[in-house]
């Protein structure tokens, strides 16, 4: 057994989550570690996800909005857009975000280590540059990969991912998005708002299936209002290639389609980065790609930890942090544990409108037989949103049919992504929907739109 280690705590991953425990761990005095053995320093969150991609994002939404300026009476006779240029500014945005980070990483709080890692027991790490060190305890932060394909048809025809759409340089002029989820649907919008032809197939009843299914609804409204073509309860029989064509072929409601296009994008989801950490000689289950642990973070081996992407049960980079933050104290602090709370759970998908929500949803409630009501109001009837000509969605509150405390909110609409957190704050105090109903509103704001369900629901509970 190993009397003196190297360090207090090693962090194997320096993204979010990896950032986090170890400024949480070196601020408690631990001796700390991060070894990052990617090739670019940053995580996913900066390099390949939620940064990236919403800077895509917001150009399409300002494209979108010059093309159809005329219902304020502004009148853009032709909107051209340079997509290197689109581009370069996502990169360079990227960069900068990559550099703070690196600083961060590098700042002196705690030693910096650039190698792959892989345990050769239970305390040691073996580095891909020859090094090996010692460790009280570790926190595995080592992300995501991308998903690979169970359908042989699409490895004969090749594919990008969500990686390699970061990088493109030129647009397809067609393209078929296979996926329903947050990733795959803010990919089709830009794509499409960008002139790309997009067919978009979906495995399950509604794209989003996470979500309630009024909002899902919604979204698919908007789509294909917008120009794309939306299947759902599909399955891939077969692919092919002709020329500078991809084509699928698949089942929908018992009748076969078959569509082609410049490109195929597989958006169906992404899987635990842990296969080179040699799980087994920690003692670690492999029998699943994902690290199982408890809700203070532990592993089966309890000076073992695991945070983000590679453990789940949310793939959030905000919620990794929170985990990451946890698993540092509980190393540093034993005799006062704290585990993660999931209750103000947030979800947010970047599309237009934007589809958001926090706590319990209908679909949650009923799966777990919890009691609630639930009201919603129309953007299409509150002022603001009508003066934005944003007339898609809604919000929705549900509540406890008894005390009436807010249990969940939903908001598919302009800015949803904000507008969620005034119901983030309610839920954090436990408010009731009568003390959300009085609370003061600026009129005319997007925020006020809150104050009608909740003004119903508190109608009903008395």
Same mark, same amino acid.
């Given at each position: 057994m190993i009397e003196n280690f190297d360090y207090d705590v090693a962090i194997i991953g320096g993204g979010s989550g990896g950032y986090a425990a170890a400024r949480t761990a070196s601020s408690a005095g631990l001796r700390t570690v991060v070894i990052e053995g990617g090739d670019q320093v940053g995580g996913l969150c900066i390099l390949r996800g939620c940064m990236p991609t919403k800077a895509l994002l917001y150009a399409s939404e300002v494209m979108h909005l010059?093309?159809?300026?005329? &219902?304020?009476?502004?009148?853009?006779?032709?909107?051209?857009?340079?997509?290197?240029?689109?581009?370069?500014?996502?990169?360079?945005?990227?960069? =900068?975000?990559? =550099? *703070?980070?690196?600083?961060?990483?590098? @700042?002196?709080?705690f030693e910096?280590?650039?190698?792959?890692?892989?345990?050769?027991?239970?305390?040691?790490?073996?580095?891909?540059?020859?090094?090996?060190?010692?460790?009280?305890?570790?926190?595995?932060?080592?992300?995501?990969?991308?998903?690979?394909?169970?359908?042989?048809?699409?490895?004969?025809?090749? *594919?990008?991912?969500?990686?390699?759409?970061?990088?493109?340089?030129?647009?397809?002029?067609?393209?078929?998005?296979?996926?329903?989820?947050?990733?795959? &649907?803010?990919?089709?919008?830009?794509?499409?708002?960008?002139?790309?032809?997009?067919?978009?197939?979906?495995?399950?009843?509604?794209?989003?299936? @996470?979500?309630?299914?009024?909002?899902?609804?919604?979204?698919?409204?908007?789509?294909?209002?917008?120009?794309? =073509?939306?299947?759902?309860?599909?399955?891939?029989? =077969?692919?092919?290639?002709?020329?500078?064509m991809k084509g699928v072929a698949f089942d929908c409601a018992g009748k076969e389609i078959r569509v082609e296009a410049e490109e195929v994008l597989f958006a169906l989801g992404r899987i635990p980065n842990t296969e080179p950490l040699n799980l087994v000689q920690a003692g670690l289950d492999t029998s699943q790609h994902t690290i199982i642990t408890n809700e203070r973070m532990q592993t089966s081996i309890p000076h073992i930890y695991a945070v983000g992407d590679c453990t789940g049960p949310y793939e959030i980079v905000?919620?990794?942090?929170?985990?990451?933050?946890?698993?540092?104290?509980?190393?540093?602090?034993?005799?006062?544990?704290?585990?993660? @709370?999931?209750?103000?759970?947030?979800?947010?998908?970047?599309?237009?409108?934007?589809?958001?929500?926090?706590?319990?949803?209908?679909?949650?409630?009923?799966?777990?037989?919890i009691p609630y009501l639930t009201a919603s109001y129309p953007f299409r009837d509150h002022g603001k949103s009508l003066i934005m000509e944003a007339k898609d969605g809604f919000v929705k509150l549900l509540a406890d049919p008894k005390s009436g405390e807010i249990l969940g909110g939903c908001c598919v609409g302009p800015s949803g992504g904000e507008l969620i957190h005034e119901i983030v704050a309610t839920m954090a105090k436990r408010m009731t929907v009568n003390e959300l109903a009085a609370l003061p509103h600026y009129h005319p704001t997007l925020a006020e739109i809150w104050t009608y369900p909740a003004e119903e629901l508190a109608e009903k509970i008395g």
């Open positions: 010059s093309r159809h300026a005329g &219902v304020w009476g502004i009148h853009n006779e032709k909107t051209a857009w340079n997509f290197d240029e689109v581009m370069a500014r996502k990169d360079r945005l990227i960069q =900068d975000f990559a =550099d *703070y980070r690196r600083q961060q990483l590098t @700042d002196g709080r910096f280590i650039r190698a792959m890692a892989r345990f050769e027991n239970q305390h040691t790490l073996a580095l891909s540059n020859g090094q090996k060190l010692t460790a009280r305890n570790f926190i595995i932060s080592t992300g995501s990969i991308v998903a690979p394909t169970p359908s042989h048809h699409l490895k004969n025809i090749g *594919y990008i991912t969500s990686d390699e759409a970061l990088t493109l340089r030129k647009l397809p002029k067609s393209m078929i998005v296979l996926g329903g989820g947050a990733v795959a &649907v803010e990919f089709a919008q830009f794509f499409l708002r960008f002139g790309v032809k997009v067919t978009l197939l979906q495995r399950s009843s509604h794209i989003l299936r @996470d979500f309630d299914t009024d909002a899902a609804k919604e979204l698919e409204r908007v789509f294909e209002r917008e120009g794309m =073509d939306v299947y759902a309860s599909t399955r891939l029989t =077969d692919a092919w290639e002709t020329g500078s905000h919620i990794a942090i929170q985990q990451g933050e946890v698993a540092a104290h509980n190393i540093a602090h034993p005799e006062k544990p704290r585990s993660v @709370d999931y209750r103000l759970l947030i979800n947010v998908v970047f599309t237009e409108p934007q589809v958001a929500t926090v706590g319990l949803t209908e679909k949650i409630a009923m799966l777990h037989h």
